[in-house]
């Protein structure tokens, strides 16, 4: 298994202002993964965070909205810029070793944005 | 466009029930369905399914795919308090590699 750490685990944030999430995972991985899961709603992929090379964005996400860095196999933050109360969610990093069961998620960082 | 759907959303029952919550899918290159638990934040783990009919089962816990219909089920025998949780159901999409999860369902299980 992998144990996964993020920070912050919450925040409350100004509309206008940029928060970045930190995602530390104990060990290497070969995948890393952003999630956003709304109020009363399930997962999103919002990214696919690829060791040295720009994220993979899902449809609807774009880079200036959610820049995503990966310096190393364990370790990715995800900055959600320009917040607007729209953007108050549960973000979620997982981390995989090989195929989807070996995929681990993160404690999530609850944003409120006010 | 690729979708994955839970019924029911939600589900109250009490302790010694049995439950079965129900996924059903339409998804390009399918490749697995996986089962998770997510009791405060992060989801974990249940099951993943990769062939029609063949049931997985841990404890009170089972779960099956019919890869002809798009769906599985997963039933819970016995229920207690600590089942309470949201079950997502998950979609393995090959060639690009996501998962892609459903709408989940709360299932409250009270004492």
């Known amino acids: 298994s992998a144990v996964i750490s993020q920070k912050p685990s919450r925040d409350i944030c100004q509309r206008g202002t940029s928060l970045t999430i930190q995602c530390q995972v104990d060990s290497q991985v070969t995948m890393m993964f952003w999630y956003r899961q709304q109020p009363g709603q399930s997962l999103t992929l919002i990214a696919t965070?690829?060791?040295?090379?720009?994220?993979?964005?899902e449809s609807g996400f774009v880079i200036d909205k959610f820049p995503i860095s990966r310096p190393n196999l364990t370790f990715s933050t995800l900055t959600v810029s320009n917040m607007s109360p729209e953007d108050s969610s549960i973000y979620l990093c997982?981390?995989?070793?090989?195929?989807?069961?070996?995929?681990?998620f993160g404690p999530g960082t609850r944003l409120l944005v006010l | 466009e690729d979708k994955v759907v839970q019924s029911p959303l939600s589900l109250v029952v009490h302790e010694g029930d049995t439950v079965t919550l129900n996924c059903s899918y339409e998804?390009?290159?399918?490749?697995?369905l996986l089962w998770y638990k997510q009791e405060k934040k992060a989801p974990t783990f249940l099951f993943m399914l990769t062939s029609s009919g063949i049931e997985k089962k841990s404890g009170r816990l089972s779960s099956i795919l019919d890869k002809k219909e798009l769906f599985s089920i997963l039933n819970i025998t016995a229920t207690q308090t600590g089942d309470s949780a949201i079950y997502l159901c998950a979609v393995w999409r090959g060639a690009t590699n996501k998962l892609i999860f459903g709408t989940g369902t709360l299932l409250a299980v009270q004492p």
């Open positions: 965070a690829n060791q040295g090379s720009e994220a993979t964005y």
């Open positions: 998804v390009t290159n399918f490749r697995s």
């Open positions: 997982s981390a995989e070793r090989g195929g989807p069961e070996t995929q681990y």
